[in-house]
C-alpha cells in the first residue's frame, strides 16, 4: 500500500491526530538528519520515535548486508540501560528466521503473539531477549528492503492493532527515504575517505619506492636497502637466505642497543612457519605469521627471487604501530629491490671468481707473458702498484680415502675460510684466490706490508691442525710477497721444488718459508746449474729491469755491498759514490724487490744467487 493511502481520509476520527504524530516524527527526524550525523544517531531516532508511536517500550533496528541477511546496528529501551551492544551482535534473516523471511516476502509489517509459542522466529533468541508479542517493521525504498525495526514491550504483552501497523508502516516509509539519503551520503563520503586514504597510501609507498629506488641507482646494495625500510616502516627489517639462516638484519631510528627481534631455529621449523613459507612459494606475494613463541609479535614475509631463483626471504616485525597496507606494498617493493642487489652481487661474484681464476691460471704456467700476466691482473681489479702479492704452496696428504671426503673447490675454500680465520683484524694480509695443481693447492695472497710473510705463516701454523683433520693439509711453504707480479710464476717453480725435497724428507710436514732454504733448494735442483742459475736470475730480474727502465745501477751496488761484507763505507768507495748514494739505492732494492737486506736468510740468498751466476758465466756452454 502506498504512503498516500496510508494517510488518506477514511472514517477513523482520530485520524487528523494519527497523521499529526507521524508526521512530527518524521520532521524530528528529517531536521536531525544533516550529512554530518552519523547514521547510527539517525537509527536510533527512529527506532526511539516509532517506540513513542506505538506507546513501546523497546526496539532494535537492523540494516541489509551483501549477503541478504540483516545486521543489528543499534537498539532503544525506554528507561533501561543501553542495548546498542547485544544488538549488535545479532543477524536476522537467517535460513531459521521465518519471522523475517515473511517480512521479506511481504514487505509489510508482520506481527508475532506469544513469541514463546509461535515457530517463526527463532525461539532462542525470543528467550534470551524476554519477547512476548513482538512488530516487524520493513524499511522499504523502491521496492527493495533496506532495514527492519523490531518493536516489543520488553517482556509485556501487546495487543497489535490495524491502527498500530498502518502508523508504523508510514512512519518506516518515510524514515525509509531519510535513511536512503543518510546512508548514499555516509557511502559518497566513506569513498571520499578511501580514495583519500588511498591517495595517502600511494603517496607512501610512492615515497619509498622512490627512496630505494634512488639508492640502487646510487649503488646501494642489500643491506642499505632493508636499512632505508627499516627507517621508514619504523619497524625492524630481518633477511634470511634460502635455508631460512639469518643474513642480516636493520633496526628502526631510536631503537637502541636492543638485540635483533630474531625468531629461534625451533620456531622456523615449525608447521605454522612452514605453511607460510609454503604461501609464499606458490605465488603469494606477501603472508604472515601471528604472534607465538619464538615470535613475540606478527611478522610480514616477502619471498626474495629472481630469474626464477630463491634467492632468501624478507620480514618486517610488527612493533609499535600495528601493520597497514602499506606495509605490505613497501615489503614487496623492497623484496623486489633486494633480489635484484643480491643477482647483481652474485653475478659480480661469479665474474670476479672467473677472473681470478684466470689470474691463477697465468700464474701457474710456467712462461707466461708478462704483459698477459699483468692484463689478467688489470682485469680481475687487482691493484699492481701499492700491493705486494705472494704465494702459498699446501701439500696434501696421501691417503685417497681423506683427498675425496670433499671436492677439490670444497676443500679449496675450506682452507681459504682456516687460514682466513686466523688472521688478524683488521687484516693487513688478504687471501685473493687458489688453485689446484699435482696434487697441491697454491694461494695467492696480497698485502701492503713488507713482513706480509711473518703475518701468514703465523696464522698457517696456528690454524695448522684444523687444516691437517678438516682438509688433509700436511705441509705448507710460504713465499714472500712480490712487488711485481711476473714474479709469481717463477716462485711457482721454487715452491714445487723445494715441495719435492720436502716430500722425500725424513718430516715432510709442518709449514716453512721459501725463502729461508735458498740453499737446499739450489743443493737439489734437478737440472743442476741450469736450474740453479735460473733461481738467481729470477732473484736479481726485478733489479736489473729497474736498471734497464732508469740507468741505474742497483745491481752492481748490492753485488759491491755483498762483496764488501755489507760494510757501506767499503762499497762505496768500490764504486766510487757517496755512502748516501749506498743507503738510497738499498732502500731501491727494498722497495722493488724481495730482498731484505737486514735479514740474514736473504743476505744468504743474494751472495748464493751472485756465485752462481758468476759460476755461470765462466762455465763454458758445452759442459
Not at 283 to 309: D, E, I, N, W, Y
Not at 315 to 333: I, K, N, Q, W, Y
Not at 398 to 403: C, M
Request: proline share 4%.
Amino acid at each position: 500500500m502506498s504512503l498516500s493511502a496510508h494517510l488518506a481520509p477514511g472514517s477513523d476520527h482520530s485520524f487528523p491526530a494519527w497523521h499529526k504524530q507521524v508526521i512530527d516524527a518524521f520532521e524530528e527526524v528529517a531536521v536531525f538528519s544533516t550529512d554530518s550525523t552519523p547514521i547510527d544517531e539517525i537509527l536510533r531516532l527512529i527506532g526511539r520515535r516509532m517506540c513513542e508511536l506505538l506507546d513501546l517500550s523497546r526496539c532494535s533496528v537492523y540494516l541489509r548486508r551483501e549477503d541478504g541477511t540483516f545486521q543489528g546496528q543499534v537498539g532503544y529501551c525506554a528507561g533501561g540501560e543501553p542495548i546498542d551492544e547485544g544488538v549488535s551482535r545479532l543477524i536476522s534473516g537467517t535460513e531459521g528466521d521465518q519471522f523475517t523471511g515473511e517480512i521479506l516476502r511481504s514487505a509489510s509489517p508482520v506481527v508475532v503473539q506469544d513469541a514463546t509459542e509461535d515457530l517463526r522466529p527463532v525461539r532462542s533468541i525470543m528467550r534470551i531477549w524476554g519477547v512476548r508479542d513482538m512488530l516487524g517493521i520493513p524499511l522499504v525504498v523502491d521496492d527493495e528492503v533496506i532495514g527492519i525495526i523490531y518493536v516489543d514491550n520488553q517482556g509485556v504483552g501487546h495487543h497489535y492493532t490495524d491502527h498500530d501497523i498502518a502508523m508504523a508502516q508510514a512512519f518506516a516509509s518515510l524514515a525509509a527515504l531519510i535513511l536512503r539519503k543518510s546512508w548514499l551520503y555516509g557511502q559518497l563520503a566513506s569513498h571520499a575517505d578511501e580514495i583519500e586514504r588511498q591517495r595517502q597510501l600511494l603517496r607512501f609507498t610512492g615515497s619509498v619506492q622512490s627512496e630505494i629506488s634512488r639508492s640502487m641507482i646510487d649503488g646501494a646494495d642489500a643491506d642499505d636497502v632493508i636499512d632505508t625500510l627499516a627507517k621508514r616502516l619504523g619497524k625492524p627489517v630481518i633477511r634470511y637466505d634460502e635455508d631460512l639462516k639469518v643474513s642480516g638484519w636493520a633496526a628502526p631510528p631510536n631503537w637502541g642497543d636492543r638485540p635483533a627481534p630474531l625468531g629461534n631455529s625451533t620456531q622456523r621449523r615449525s608447521p605454522r612457519f612452514r605453511e607460510m613459507i609454503a604461501k609464499l612459494d606458490s605465488g603469494a606475494t606477501v603472508a604472515m605469521t601471528s604472534a607465538s613463541p619464538g615470535f613475540m609479535q606478527r611478522a610480514m614475509f616477502a619471498r626474495l627471487a629472481a630469474r626464477g631463483k630463491l634467492l632468501g626471504y624478507l620480514e618486517v616485525c610488527e612493533m609499535g604501530r600495528p601493520f597497514g597496507p602499506f606495509d605490505s606494498t613497501a615489503l614487496t617493493h623492497a623484496a623486489d629491490a633486494v633480489a635484484l642487489s643480491l643477482t647483481v652481487s652474485r653475478l659480480d661474484a661469479e665474474r670476479k671468481s672467473d677472473r681470478l681464476a684466470d689470474v691463477m691460471s697465468k700464474i701457474v704456467q710456467p712462461h707466461t707473458d708478462p704483459q698477459v700476466l699483468a692484463e689478467s691482473f688489470e682485469s680481475a681489479g687487482l691493484e699492481r702498484t701499492a700491493v705486494r702479492y705472494g704465494l702459498v704452496h699446501f701439500q696434501f696428504a696421501e691417503d685417497p680415502a681423506k683427498q675425496t671426503q670433499i671436492s677439490l673447490s670444497e676443500r679449496r675454500e675450506a682452507l681459504l675460510s682456516i687460514v682466513a680465520s686466523r688472521l688478524s683484524a683488521p687484516r693487513a694480509v688478504e687471501l685473493i684466490a687458489g688453485t689446484s695443481l699435482d696434487g697441491a693447492d697454491v694461494v695467492l695472497y696480497a698485502s701492503s706490508q713488507e713482513l706480509a710473510a711473518d703475518t701468514v705463516t703465523a696464522a698457517i701454523r696456528a690454524a695448522m691442525s684444523n687444516l691437517q683433520s678438516m682438509t688433509g693439509v700436511r705441509s705448507a711453504i710460504v713465499s714472500d710477497p712480490y712487488p711485481d707480479p711476473v714474479d709469481l710464476p717463477g716462485a711457482i717453480e721454487d715452491l714445487f721444488n723445494l715441495a719435492q725435497v720436502i716430500n722425500r724428507s725424513h718430516d715432510p710436514s709442518g709449514v716453512r718459508r721459501l725463502n729461508e732454504l735458498t740453499i737446499v733448494q739450489l743443493l737439489h735442483q734437478r737440472d743442476g746449474l741450469g736450474g740453479a742459475t735460473r733461481y738467481a736470475q729470477r732473484m736479481i730480474r726485478p733489479l736489473r729491469s729497474y736498471d734497464a727502465a732508469h740507468r741505474s745501477a742497483l745491481v752492481e751496488t748490492l753485488r759491491a755491498y755483498v762483496a764488501a761484507a755489507m760494510n757501506m763505507k767499503v762499497a762505496a768507495q768500490a764504486l766510487n759514490v757517496h755512502e748516501n748514494t749506498i743507503r738510497y739505492r738499498l732502500g731501491r732494492i727494498r722497495d722493488i724487490s724481495a730482498i731484505d737486506l737486514e735479514r740474514l736468510d736473504d743476505l744468504i740468498r743474494v751472495r748464493t744467487a751472485f756465485q752462481v751466476l758468476e759460476l755461470d758465466r765462466e762455465t763454458p756452454r758445452g759442459s
